[in-house]
């Protein structure tokens, strides 16, 4: 099924403060690891008056207990079987169309209409979080009752620089860009992370300009997953693109043309020599194409390293390629994958082409033409085709997300201001495919409006069906995982949240998060003489760059007997999260779901625990 699969693992001291994107940023709740100041307990809030009678119920076995709170070693994973579909509409100015409803729009799957089950509007203002500082317990000192200085950020922007694929002198006009909209355009509430394709000059989300400067800087081309892949200098000059027409799809003509390049720059056009050229050019050609292949796998990988890091971020989320674009031969499956995941995390993809206004590049011609004079015209053909086809990758991932392609435009700086936020508005449609076979298959979208206006309509191209099923217990955990990540307020279950923390000492503190429910409007389904429901509360912290810190899973098994239930709905349920923290400033993230009626409360809040 189809729903986001970002995880949920305690991070180290040493990834809060850098996160390698090359593992998997994970939160994995309530691992072994919980400590013992982590351990749960579940408080009611009064004792059962010695006045109150015990209705008469079957005596339950005496081994088990009514009410059982355990942390869970199961990490939030799951999918489920929604299609979403964020849609940009724009007039032919280019101005985004702000007043649609559901009505307006129509949704294909394979050419055939979809009902529409769900539909919402999205803006920039409703990405803002509604944070407030949780009622502390009473008898809380007024020295320990958190300050009100502290605002947490709401919008995340991640520049990924493609520097594997890119020129220097590009990468140098894209950083110059990037640092502009750094020292210019950055407000308090954002975060900003420099990411790059190599892995190498990075930071992780922060508001520190010198911390984001020094990264940029650091931005240089870089080499991974193979050696050269555009032929230039070499014997015979295939690059990727040719390299795949002879490789994979046996163009005669491609490889004719590396054959008479061969022959001339490594046998001096010796006839007899041809057989041996074909060869060399087959052999190159594999090789060629290979390291491409790696190349774009790498870049994918890091693409989806990405998002998932994005994803878990509570507030607005957009992520910026800043790249020239690349090729990927038999990889659209890997490419719709990344669109699938960025669309479920609530991910807007924006690209930037770095060349800037493009014009082909025939070579340096500083240089001389390795090749033979009588090649050199479907060569040039060649390499026009693949440095034009360069930019559809990053044409799919904007439109597929919702984002916006900048391309053609020397103006770098201005594009990246546009590109950086997200529309003024957005829609999200999403429908639950009929009949819908677990086999991996594409099926194409295509969104249309009603009215037949005149209108630009960005959204993506299709979905591939997964290629296996999920249980209710997965789609459950998919619930949670997502009210965990959102930035949402929901209100399904009468849920408080009350925080407390002590220091320590000057380098340590204790964080205590209560979360009350009025179990009284719950539903509960009665079995063996027993009121029998089950709560899965889970708390997590995030610091004030908006990075995941830690978070643990509680799981409430509740077999009540009549009496303990009449009392628990008047006094409330009360289960405690502690968690050993440092100074500082975070932001707590609560959600409580039932199991019998799968309803769900999100809250947020925010904690200040001085140094």
């Known amino acids: 099924m189809m729903a986001r699969m970002g995880r949920l693992s305690h991070l180290s001291a040493a990834a809060r403060c850098g996160v390698l994107l090359a593992c998997s940023i994970v939160l994995s709740i309530a691992t ?63 101005h985004v169309v702000t007043d649609l409803r559901k009505e307006d729009f129509q949704v294909f799957e394979d050419g055939k209409l979809q009902d529409i089950s769900h539909f919402s509007v999205e803006t920039p203002a409703s990405f803002t979080q509604t944070f407030v500082r949780p009622d502390t317990l009473p008898g809380t000192p007024d020295s320990e009752k958190p300050p009100s200085d502290f605002v947490p950020p709401s919008r995340f922007v991640a520049f990924l620089f493609d520097d594997v694929h890119v020129t220097m002198q590009d990468l140098l006009h894209a950083r110059i860009a990037a640092t502009r909209y750094v020292d210019e355009a950055l407000q308090p509430t954002d975060r900003v992370a420099i990411f790059t394709v190599s892995g190498q000059s990075e930071t992780d ?99 989806e390293e990405v998002i998932r890091r994005i994803s878990a971020l509570p507030g607005q989320r957009s992520l910026v390629l800043l790249s020239p674009g690349f090729i990927y031969p038999g990889r659209e499956y890997d490419l719709s994958q990344i669109i699938d995941r960025a669309n479920r995390s609530n991910v807007f993809i924006n690209t930037l082409d770095a060349r800037g206004l493009y014009t082909p590049d025939m070579g340096d011609i500083s240089r001389p033409d390795p090749g033979s004079p009588l090649a050199a015209g479907p060569r040039l053909m060649y390499r026009s085709s693949a440095q034009f086809a360069q930019s559809d990758v990053l044409n799919v991932l904007a439109d597929g997300t919702g984002g916006l392609a900048f391309r053609n435009n020397n103006d770098l700086t201005g594009g990246l201001r546009m590109i950086a936020s997200a529309p003024e508005i957005s829609y999200v449609v999403a429908f639950v495919p009929r009949n819908l076979k677990y086999d991996g298959r594409f099926h194409s979208l295509k969104v249309t409006l009603v009215t037949k206006q005149k209108v630009n309509i960005q959204a993506r191209r299709g979905f591939y069906a997964p290629k296996h099923s999920v249980s209710v ?22 849920v408080e949240l009350h925080t407390q923390y002590y220091k320590v000492d000057s380098a340590n503190a204790k964080l205590a998060v209560m979360t009350r429910v009025d179990i009284a409007h719950m539903r509960f389904e009665k079995a063996s003489g027993r009121n029998q429901n089950n709560l899965t509360i889970v708390a997590a912290l995030f610091d004030r760059d908006g990075n995941i810190v830690t978070g643990i899973e509680k799981n409430v098994e509740m077999h009540l007997l009549d009496a303990t239930l009449q009392r628990l709905s008047r006094t409330g349920l009360t289960v405690k999260t502690s968690f050993d923290v440092k100074p500082g400033d975070y932001v707590v993230r609560l959600v409580v779901r039932d199991s019998n009626a799968a309803q769900l409360s999100a809250e947020n809040g925010v904690v200040e625990i001085p140094y």
């Open 473 to 494: 217990a997965e789609a459950a955990k998919q619930d949670i995982e997502d009210a965990l990540f959102s930035q949402e307020e929901q209100h399904g279950l009468p």
């Open 32 to 94: 072994a690891r919980a400590q013992s100041s982590q351990q749960s307990s579940t408080v009611p809030q009064t004792q059962q008056s010695s006045s109150d009678p015990a209705p008469a119920q079957p005596t339950p076995a005496p081994d088990k207990p009514e009410m059982d709170t355990r942390d869970s070693s199961i990490p939030l994973q799951s999918r489920v079987n929604l299609v979403p579909i964020r849609v940009v509409v724009r007039d032919p100015k280019g």
């Open 205 to 303: 989300f922060t508001k520190d300009r010198d911390k984001l400067h020094a990264a940029l800087l650091g931005l240089i081309p870089r080499v991974v997953a193979g050696s050269n892949t555009t032929g230039n200098g070499e014997c015979p000059p295939v690059d990727y693109y040719e390299a795949d027409l002879i490789e994979n799809k046996n163009d005669q003509t491609a490889l004719s043309v590396a054959t008479q390049d061969t022959l001339a720059c490594m046998f001096n056009n010796d006839p007899l020599q041809l057989s041996a050229a074909r060869d060399m050019a087959l052999s190159t050609a594999m090789r060629i194409n290979e390291a491409g292949e790696s190349q774009t796998v790498y870049s994918f990988r890091r693409l």
